[in-house]
């Protein structure tokens, strides 16, 4: 059975797929530069301002430990917030373009 083939540059040229692609790159764009800064804040924070990073917040725990802790629950945050944004906007802008190129 053959490949069903697709014009590609039509696709591309389609004001749905160029309003999905402009949406979902600032989208992941502006998460990406976010998600840098605080990714790197960690060991620029402990090199430049080691004080800060030895404050005891509970017992032995320190404000180092927490804010690294803190990156796994900001990962998960994004993840679930995007996963939510897709659902909403990114999935039925998609579907719009499918209905109407007749995929």
């Given amino acids: 059975m053959a490949e069903k083939q697709y014009d590609w540059k039509a696709i591309a040229?389609?004001?749905k797929f160029v309003e999905l692609h402009h949406k979902k790159t600032?989208?992941?764009f502006g998460w990406w530069?976010?998600?840098c800064v605080y990714y790197f804040l960690l060991p620029i924070g402990a090199a430049y301002t080691p004080g800060i990073f030895?404050?005891?917040i509970i017992g032995v725990?320190?404000?180092g430990y927490i804010f690294a802790l803190s990156q796994f629950f900001?990962?998960?945050g994004i993840a679930l917030y995007?996963?939510?944004?897709?659902n909403k906007d990114f999935d039925r802008l998609t579907r719009e373009l499918i209905d109407e190129l007749h995929l």
């Fill in 13 to 15: 040229k389609n004001p």
């Fill in 33 to 35: 530069i976010f998600s």
């Fill in 26 to 28: 600032a989208f992941l």
């Fill in 82 to 86: 995007y996963s939510h944004v897709a």
């Fill in 74 to 76: 900001v990962s998960w």
């Fill in 61 to 63: 725990v320190n404000f």
């Fill in 54 to 56: 030895k404050v005891k």
